[in-house]
């Protein structure tokens, strides 16, 4: 099972610059572009009317890790609305900093551009506001077919933190709290675009096989 998961991943790659986190994520989907434009679509559609869907359906599986250094960061989402006339997000969470309250009630605010090119799709969000957590932040998401069954699915992040946080997140930290839940993200899309249902039980007989 953890081979199958896992097989279809293309590339993934961070870079640190002048404070600045950069990912670049990318798998395979076998599945044609209706199918992942439809898993998008849904997951945008819970994004804006279903909060709580959102978080079973696309959001499993990036809880808390068994590890307890490798939940030094954690963001506890709590609330989300979305107002796609707009193309305008508003998330609500909290923070924590070695599994214990930091922040409360962090909003980010972003906006959200969905655009066709020729058969790619891309969604770009811009943060333009996040209070200490975040300086910057940008990036996008995109698909692209690659035949008739087999789509390219991938993200590109770019991040820097606020100077407090920015003390304590090295490359380490920010690879076992943001990569590992920016690729289970998509991998969650993938899933739900090839008609698998992941959950949050799905993926902890997968992370108990790997810890084997």
């Known amino acids: 099972m953890v081979g199958l998961v896992f097989s279809l991943l293309l590339t993934m790659l961070t870079t640190l610059s002048d404070g600045m986190f950069h990912t670049t994520y990318e798998t395979q989907v076998t599945a044609s572009m209706d199918d992942c ?22 959001f499993c599986g990036l809880g808390m890790q068994d590890e307890s250094e490798k939940n030094a960061f954690y963001l506890v989402w709590k609330e989300s609305s979305y107002d796609p006339e707009r193309q305008y ?27 066709m090119a020729g058969d790619r799709r891309d969604i ?3 943060i333009h506001y996040a209070g200490t957590l975040i300086k910057q932040a940008y990036g996008s998401f995109h698909l692209q077919p690659i035949e008739q069954a087999c789509v390219r699915m ?59």
Request: hydrophobic share 40%; aromatic share 12%; charged share 30%.
């Open 154 to 212: 991938g993200m590109d992040v770019h991040v820097k933190f606020g100077w407090f946080f920015r003390i304590f997140i090295s490359r380490k930290v920010y690879s076992e709290t943001v990569d590992w839940r920016l690729s289970r993200f998509v991998e969650n899309l993938r899933l739900t675009a090839e008609g698998e249902q992941p959950t949050d039980e799905y993926w902890a007989a997968i992370d108990k096989e790997k810890g084997k």
């Open 124 to 126: 770009r969000v811009d």
């Open 37 to 58: 434009n439809q898993a998008v679509d849904s997951m945008i559609y819970c994004l804006q009317t279903n909060p709580q869907m959102l978080s079973e359906k696309f």
């Open 89 to 115: 997000s508003r998330l609500v969470l909290d923070v924590l900093v070695n599994e214990k309250p930091f922040l409360r009630d962090v909003v980010i605010e972003s906006m959200v551009v969905d655009t």
